[in-house]
């Protein structure tokens, strides 16, 4: 499939590209390669592939959520370099 200018136009704007005159002869050269390299690609005979939805055969290790002991305010605050009672003391980073 030829892009021709009237699609370049189109997927221009829908991408919302901007290009020189200059360019928009190589940009429907590079386009048209892109389509015709896809249009191979339907040639290729996929009987008998499952498709894929990732790259990897890799499964994540999902562990069951347990309820443990959690950092006491006096320990989190132990090494603190600044704290005010219960809470870290930290520089004003907003005016």
């Known amino acids: 499939m030829k892009i021709d200018r009237a699609h370049l136009d189109k997927i221009a704007h829908l991408a919302r590209l901007e290009f020189d005159e200059k360019d928009a002869e190589k940009m429907m050269q590079d386009m048209t390669a892109i389509v015709d390299w896809v249009e191979k690609l339907k040639e290729v005979n996929t ?4 498709p894929l939805t990732t790259m990897s055969y890799e499964t994540n290790m999902f562990r069951e ?27 004003k980073v907003i005016e």
């Open 65 to 91: 959520d347990e309820v443990k002991d959690h950092l006491s305010h006096e320990r989190a605050l132990l090494n603190a370099p600044k704290k005010d009672n219960d809470y870290f003391r930290v520089p």
């Open 47 to 50: 009987d008998g592939v499952e």
